[in-house]
């Protein structure tokens, strides 16, 4: 008999997508370019110059999808919504055929007894926006609250739970510093401001959404477990840096109100010299949440470094290396991540022990892995290896639980494979296979497993 991590009655159990990476129809109806669009058809960008055009055809294939979810036994399915496909000049007009689209969407799963969860925005600002200033300038966070306003007008008496941004982090410093995401920007100051504005757009959002009277509405980070690749002085300064950067910027303002204590030391003056932040904006960051998103894949191995960007916005560990004296021994995912799962757990204590009570219930909103799949000579996926992933992880999960963490949820990334960034169609995340030539969709060994998991809770 299969042994199973066991959770507490009313535990959500779900599965979650991003529009860009599963939806395609990008000329559709409607839909304005956003800067993944532009992003992912410029030369050397991507992995073999894919580009979301079609990815997996979900806009046209949402009811086969839906099924899946429905035989997957899913509490609640968390996607996101294409902001252009709303707004395509990310504001002004709206697209009635966008909004029918989710519409449809959130009807088909509620038939389906699947509770919706929606992400305003994962990583596809609408590409006016951008050519106007993108996140480095406050309209943008502006335009943001705006079309919260408009999504949840029509959506919010079906969608209970609603979560404003996506990783942030992957946003500023992927987006408009390190240059691997889109945009593709850069710079310095520019990343910083981002950060800032997008924390900003997240406050306006929760205030549109509280007006529409929705029932749950937070954030989703990907907070990273750092740890130092050697036991130095200059290796845990790194960490330290670190955390800045990747936590505390986050949620330093968000859950106590206040900016990291160390950003003077991490940034210098592109953050003393900042001209971004006005009074009241920690205020407006920092309204309550009903939940805390937390995405988590795998620990974070910082080594002090000489700084190797063009502009010193990442004044951290920018190479952030799987140095050989850390996890020497462990299994490595098709991404190279190495697999910990006690990170998990004490990424999870570590955040209760610093924010106590001001931590909200969290939803663990992404947890997966990308592994070398095997597809049998009768059709079958095996995919041991991730089965194996979402077993310890979920234990892990369980083990922080019983430490004193309140976590309400768990959704599996990914329930396709599917778009993976900038790294095209190479690397595979998804519960089920999806066969890109004829988008034929496969549920894997790891979906049955899931599957059985979720059956168990409800006996």
């Not at 009655?9 to 370019?33: L, N």
């Not at 951290?316 to 991540?337: C, F, I, K, L």
């Amino acid at each position: 008999m299969v042994e199973f991590p066991v959770f507490p009655p009313g535990f959500v159990f779900g599965a979650a997508t991003a529009s860009y990476q599963i939806e395609g129809a990008a000329r559709e109806d409607g839909r304005g370019p956003s800067i993944w669009d532009t992003y992912s058809h410029t030369p050397g960008r991507t992995d073999g110059g894919d580009t979301g055009d079609v990815a997996c055809d979900h806009y046209h294939r949402y009811r086969e999808d839906v099924a899946l979810l429905r035989e997957l036994g899913v509490d609640s399915y968390r996607f996101s919504i294409a902001w252009s496909r709303i707004l395509p000049e990310g504001a002004g007009t709206v697209n009635p055929k966008g909004l029918d689209f989710y519409s449809r969407l959130v009807d088909e799963l509620l038939e389906a007894g699947i509770e919706p969860a929606a992400t305003l925005y994962h990583w596809d600002l609408p590409q006016a926006l951008e050519d106007r200033g993108g996140w480095r300038i406050r309209e943008t966070a502006e335009r943001f609250g705006e079309y919260t306003a408009v999504v949840a007008e029509h959506l919010a008496d079906r969608v209970p739970r609603w979560i404003t941004l996506n990783e942030p982090w992957c946003s500023a410093f992927l987006g408009y510093s390190v240059g691997r995401h889109a945009p593709g920007a850069q710079e310095g100051r520019g990343a910083l401001a981002a950060a800032h504005h997008l924390l900003v757009g997240h406050g306006l959002a929760m205030k549109a959404l509280r007006a529409a009277g929705v029932r749950e509405a937070g954030i989703t980070l990907n907070l990273d477990r750092n740890v130092p690749a050697a036991p130095t002085d200059a290796d845990r300064a790194a960490v330290v840096r670190a955390d800045t950067q990747h936590n505390l910027v986050w949620t330093e303002p968000i859950l106590a109100g206040r900016y990291p204590a160390t950003e003077e030391e991490t940034w210098g003056e592109l953050i003393t010299g900042q001209d971004f932040r006005r009074e009241g904006d920690l205020d407006l960051i920092s309204q309550p949440l009903d939940f805390l998103g937390i995405n988590y894949y795998r620990p974070i191995v910082v080594a002090d470094a000489p700084h190797r960007e063009p502009d010193p916005a990442l004044r951290v560990a920018t190479d952030n290396r799987y140095a050989e004296g850390q996890y020497p021994d462990v299994r490595r995912t098709a991404m190279g991540w190495p697999v910990v799962p006690e990170s998990f757990t004490d990424l999870l204590t570590a955040l209760k022990d610093a924010y106590g009570d001001a931590l909200p219930p969290v939803h663990i909103t992404e947890n997966g892995s990308a592994e070398h799949d095997t597809v049998e000579p009768d059709g079958a996926v095996r995919d041991a290896d991730r089965v194996e992933y979402l077993r310890t992880h979920l234990a892990a999960l369980r083990s922080a639980m019983d430490a004193g963490v309140d976590v309400r949820g768990y959704y599996v990334w990914s329930l396709l494979d599917n778009f993976e960034w900038a790294l095209g169609y190479a690397k595979r995340f998804g519960i089920v296979r999806v066969d890109y030539d004829t988008l034929e969709r496969t549920p894997k060994e790891s979906y049955r497993w899931y599957q059985a998991l979720i059956a168990a809770h409800r006996a």
